[in-house]
């Protein structure tokens, strides 16, 4: 169940609906809400305290991106990926994020080295915790925060709605994900940067993509 959350009432085609979505969004981004588990649309909006309105409207979006489905009978749940779609999604990412890194890079100045050292610290810490959606959360924060940097919005979004797909599925499997180095692609990312080594940055970040989706279809 998603935790409860109450949004302040408003107009339901504005602030409110865009929070609950919001809300929704990087819950199911973040793999707090796994494959399969049953919600409803009169069960969300209690859980955020709003009409039906801004929930149907909030899960109306999320499936249009593919982050949610819904059955006939108004069965709310995200969707378990096949090893086919993971394939394909680790296919887009590989080709996406390296490019953003690259078009990052001119503009990687030491705060930002630093701020990507920091988050790597946190993700290595969240494995140690065995915690899967601080794993997510962190990891995912690593590649936001260094692709802001491309100022390539559209490139961006394409990418987020990648890792919204893949959330759910990944707090699923995320004890393939177990490794010692997990955070060692990053380690060469930020030296490559570090370091002005586009080419280096660029298969660090392939890598580290690749790497942990091939887990996840293993």
């Known amino acids: 169940m998603i935790r409860s959350e109450r949004i302040p009432a408003g107009d339901p085609s504005g602030p409110t609906h865009e929070r609950v979505f919001r ?47 819904m059955s006939k009978t108004g069965r709310v749940s995200a969707p378990l990926l096949s090893t086919e779609r993971i394939e394909e999604l680790a296919s887009i990412r590989a080709l996406l994020e390296p490019e953003m890194a690259a078009r990052a890079q001119p503009r990687a100045h030491l705060a930002l080295i630093e701020r990507l050292q920091n988050i790597n610290t946190t993700i290595e810490k969240a494995i140690i915790h065995n915690d899967a959606v601080g794993y997510i959360r962190t990891n995912l924060e690593f590649h936001r925060t260094l692709y802001l940097r491309a100022q390539a919005p559209a490139m961006l979004a394409m990418v987020e709605t990648v890792w919204l797909q893949m959330g759910p599925t990944m707090s699923a499997l995320y004890a393939r ?42």
């Open 177 to 218: 994900l177990q490794r010692p180095n997990a955070a060692g692609s990053h380690r060469t990312a930020i030296a490559a940067l570090r370091a002005g080594d586009e080419p280096g940055l660029k298969l660090a970040i392939r890598a580290d993509v690749t790497q942990g989706l091939r887990m996840l279809s293993a």
């Open 23 to 69: 809300a929704l969004r990087t819950r199911i981004m973040h793999g707090e809400i796994i494959p399969g588990q049953a919600m409803t649309i009169r069960g969300i909006a209690l859980e955020f305290d709003v009409s039906m309105t801004p929930a149907r409207e909030a899960v109306r979006r999320l499936t249009a991106e593919g982050a949610l489905s």
